[in-house]
């Protein structure tokens, strides 16, 4: 899967919050949901990686450390989503 196509995937998943401040992105999350994990682990992260990049917070998912770490993504916009510059 390519990086263009990891993005895509994570584009899909409903952004319910997120903060971007002095045009840096905080964080984005999504609802914690099965089929979200499992597109995560499809992806290739690891156990290791959902530990240290997305944080699993009172049923929320995190998703700009794995999208900006491991998957390549340089920016998020509302409208956009995560793109690769």
């Known amino acids: 899967m390519t990086a263009q196509e990891k993005l895509d995937v994570l584009n899909s998943m409903s952004i319910d919050d997120y903060s971007?401040?002095?045009?840096?992105?905080?964080?984005?999350?999504t609802k914690d949901t099965p089929e979200k994990v499992e597109a995560l682990f499809e992806m290739g992260m690891t156990e290791e990686m959902f530990a240290d990049s997305v944080s699993q917070i009172n049923?929320?998912?995190?998703?700009?450390?794995?999208?900006?770490?491991v998957v390549g993504a340089e920016c998020w916009s509302k409208t956009d989503g995560f793109t690769l510059g």
């Open 20 to 29: 971007v401040g002095c045009g840096d992105c905080e964080y984005v999350m």
């Open 59 to 69: 049923g929320w998912l995190e998703l700009s450390s794995f999208a900006f770490q």
